[in-house]
């Protein structure tokens, strides 16, 4: 049974940083690339990263770029966003998600609700 | 950017009858492979998301025959045959042709 499941949201400050973490099994984590997706009742759903197989491409949507990190350990089968200088507008739902454009290959984990609050 | 634009964003059915969202895109979304990478998610209460539909019209493993995709180009739509109670819920269409991948608004389905 494939499993993601996603860790270390929280309530942080803004200005402040937070790594969330995304643990994979039941399909083979080093073949896919892998991506940060969240949710946010006023914006709906929103892409915030991708990174490929062996971590040497990575993909991001520009409110983010230069202040969130995505890296995997493929070894441990875990997937990671670091989030720094977070502004209140990062809070969301954060999804950890293995998808495949060409194919039946679609897998969401519960999801880690990071809110960014004074 | 490209933007994705939905309609209706509430749409109440009854029971039974059919149901159709429309997804409109402000580019062309066939890539350079000639593939149109337009989805469809599925975002029921208390749920993750759910891919319903991906390259306009095939439908991910477990999704009901009830689900359809079609179109191309720019204009693309989702089809449900029979509105079942446990389709309530928000659908959006998402392009994954250009980065940054984008969502429509999302369209509510609920019961009437």
């Known amino acids: 049974e494939v499993q993601l499941v996603e860790s270390g949201g929280g309530l942080v400050q803004p200005g402040g940083s937070l790594r969330l973490s995304c643990a994979a099994s039941g399909f083979s984590f080093s073949s896919y690339w892998m991506c940060w997706f969240r949710q946010t009742p006023g914006k709906g759903l929103e892409w915030v990263a991708n990174i490929k197989q062996d971590g040497s491409e990575e993909q991001y949507v520009d409110s983010v770029r230069g202040r969130f990190t995505i890296s995997r350990d493929n070894a441990r089968n875990s997937l990671y966003l670091q989030m720094n200088s977070l502004r209140a507008e990062d809070t969301a739902v954060y999804y950890c998600?293995?998808?495949?454009?060409?194919?039946?290959?679609?897998?969401w984990g519960q999801g880690t609700l990071v809110t960014v609050s004074s | 950017d490209v933007v994705m634009t939905q309609s209706p964003l509430s749409l109440p059915v009854t029971l039974g009858q059919p149901a159709s969202i429309s997804c409109r895109s402000s580019q062309s979304l066939v890539d350079s492979d000639g593939n149109t990478y337009l989805n469809w998610l599925q975002l029921r209460p208390g749920q993750s998301p759910r891919r319903l539909i991906y390259k306009i019209s095939n439908r991910d493993a477990g999704v009901p025959d009830r689900f359809s995709g079609s179109g191309s180009g720019t204009d693309f739509t989702l089809k449900i045959s029979r509105v079942e109670a446990e389709d309530v819920g928000v659908y959006y269409c998402m392009q994954g042709a250009r980065l940054p991948w984008t969502f429509g608004q999302g369209t509510k389905v609920e019961i009437k």
């Open positions: 998600v293995c998808t495949t454009r060409s194919s039946s290959t679609d897998y």
